[in-house]
């Protein structure tokens, strides 16, 4: 929000707002429950990050996919105090409304449509408060859309005709 004039346009990805009109994240774990999370040895920890609760269709409609996050996640563990931070930070950010109509560039927001982490009702209720925006719900995903169905996830944005796509060499 400070630098509006250079922003040309946006793609938001499994993301939310914060106030009262936008529900908590699902679900709603107390601090002492993440830091005991990451008690655990770390296979243990990535299933449970990953569990049937939190993502419901990763590990039985999307198996590689499933196996090749857990193998990144054990291999390079998240460290716990940076976790807390993020854990801090969203839990200020969700009780804070932002200025959405202050945005005007186009705006893509995508959603899998069985997102129980950021509900797809909190990006219906975003593409209704931004001024500019246009959702996409990818169809048969979770919270991990983007890597369960790449190609449909890659189209949304490509074919969106307001939105800018700057090409980058990895």
């Known amino acids: 929000l400070k630098a509006l004039r250079r922003v040309h346009s946006?793609?938001?990805?499994?993301?939310?707002?914060?106030?009262?009109?936008?529900?908590?994240?699902?679900?709603?774990?107390?601090?002492?429950?993440?830091?005991?999370?990451?008690?655990?040895?770390?296979?243990?920890?990535?299933?449970?990050?990953l569990s049937e609760t939190l993502c419901p269709l990763l590990k039985t409609q999307f198996p590689e996919v499933y196996d090749d996050v857990v193998a990144k996640r054990v291999a390079d563990p998240a460290d716990p105090q940076q976790v807390m931070y993020q854990f801090f930070a969203v839990d200020g950010f969700m009780n804070k409304p932002l200025p959405l109509d202050h945005i005007g560039c186009p705006v893509l927001i995508l959603t899998g449509d069985q997102d129980r982490l950021v509900p797809v009702v909190n990006a219906q209720r975003m593409a209704r408060d931004l001024p500019n925006a246009r959702i996409v719900t990818v169809p048969g995903t979770d919270h991990l859309f983007f890597l369960e169905k790449i190609p449909e996830t890659v189209a949304a944005v490509v074919d969106s005709k307001d939105i800018v796509v700057v090409a980058a060499e990895l």
């Open 10 to 49: 946006m793609v938001l990805m499994g993301t939310t707002s914060g106030g009262p009109e936008y529900r908590q994240i699902f679900p709603a774990l107390s601090e002492e429950q993440v830091r005991a999370i990451y008690t655990l040895p770390p296979l243990e920890r990535v299933t449970a990050a």
